[in-house]
């Protein structure tokens, strides 16, 4: 008999168990973190990558019109490249920006690899941007 009502103890409390709500917010907010927090860092190097591009384009504009419009400041090829490096905001080298007079007037353009590397995986891209200022 004993063991018959031992039983029924051990069902009784897996039946209180499975009705016992105590920590399902824990467990749900785990379930959901991780999602949520891959989305928030995809969410914030989308905009880490729009930045940088922008700066680029910003900067081989700019250093476009400067070798057009002040040759003093921008009169070679080495000074138009330290001119867009500086005037991107964004630190890039001024070896990734390169200079050449071409049909269209002074042209500079650039190339900026970036590597992002989001949990579980990892890869390369190459930004890059062209303005040309007629001379």
Do not use: H
């Amino acid at each position: 008999m004993k063991r018959i009502s031992g039983l029924f103890r051990f069902a009784a409390r897996r039946v209180d168990l499975v009705r016992d709500q105590n920590g399902n917010a824990a467990i749900e907010m785990a379930l959901l973190a991780t999602p949520l927090f891959l989305f928030v860092f995809a969410i914030v190097n989308a905009g880490r990558v729009m930045w940088l591009q922008n700066a680029l384009e910003t900067s081989v504009a700019q250093a476009a019109r400067c070798a057009t419009a002040n040759p003093s400041l921008c009169g070679t090829a080495s000074q138009i490249k330290a001119y867009a490096a500086g005037q991107s905001g964004a630190g890039f080298s001024d070896a990734i920006f390169s200079f050449a007079q071409t049909g269209c007037g002074n042209q500079v353009s650039a190339t900026y690899p970036l590597s992002l590397t989001p949990p579980f995986r990892s890869f390369s891209l190459s930004l890059t941007a062209r303005a040309c200022y007629p001379n």
